[in-house]
């Protein structure tokens, strides 16, 4: 029997404990509006990766792949400050930086993580130049760091034994962890909102509840993998609310707040 992270298992807990609310975020094409591996491409010598290179990637095996690719960037001389400048200037997804103020303003009210497949050098270069590096209580990517000479290396988050999703990242089992972790010191959630875009997000949205709730952004793939559970006969638990700006999703986290 897995734990309940939901109030209503912790009879004691609720005393001197506010109740919370989870948001749940992905952070490529979901808070940036960009792909982070892809864009550092920009770095390279004409702006791309020889053939022999972007051939050399096996489906499920992506982080070893930007491994080559940064090992390449390396080899031309590419420094850490062209990186950082050039990851700076990803633009953020609509709405995002709005989304983003708001729940800065109100984290008495919300937990905030990150579980994506980038690395923890991109996210946090990005984050912290637009300010928005405290709003998150914790960010889950694969490890990333500049090794003496200046190469930059990326290692897989974990190991895990899931059938449907890429071999160094199963966000369902980073956010069960999570949970599991908070429970243990007494946090519960009202409420999880999950917040992406991919196809593997799908794992952790079917992980969720009834009183949840999973934000697909409209036309990415994380969309029709449950609209095609919903056609099929397994639907997700949670409910559905599509987005195409973070004005909406902060529309409905003000709903919560009302409630």
Known sequence: QEGDWRGSALPGVGLGAPMKFLLVFDFDHT??????????????????????????????????YMGRAFAYL??????????????????????????????????????????????????????????????????????????????LTVQNFHTHHCAKCPKNLCKRKVLKEFLDKQLEQGVSYIQIVYIGDGGNDLCPVTFLKKDDIAMPRQGYTLEKKISQLSQGLSPVDCSVLVWSSGVEIMSYLKLLLKE
């Open 31 to 64: 808070i940036i509006d960009e792909n982070s591996d892809t864009w550092i491409v920009k770095c390279a010598p004409e702006k791309k990766l020889p053939n022999e290179l972007r051939n050399s990637y096996r489906p499920g095996h992506w982080t070893e």
């Open 74 to 151: 390396g080899d031309n001389g590419v420094k850490e400050d062209e990186m950082k400048r050039t990851m700076t200037t990803i633009p953020f997804a609509a709405g995002m930086v709005d989304l983003l103020g708001f729940i800065g303003k109100n984290k008495e009210f919300f937990d905030c993580i990150i579980i994506s497949d980038s690395n923890t050098v991109f996210i946090d270069w990005i984050l912290k130049a637009a300010d928005f590096h405290k709003v998150f209580d914790e960010v889950f990517t694969n490890p990333a760091a500049f090794t003496s000479t200046g190469y």
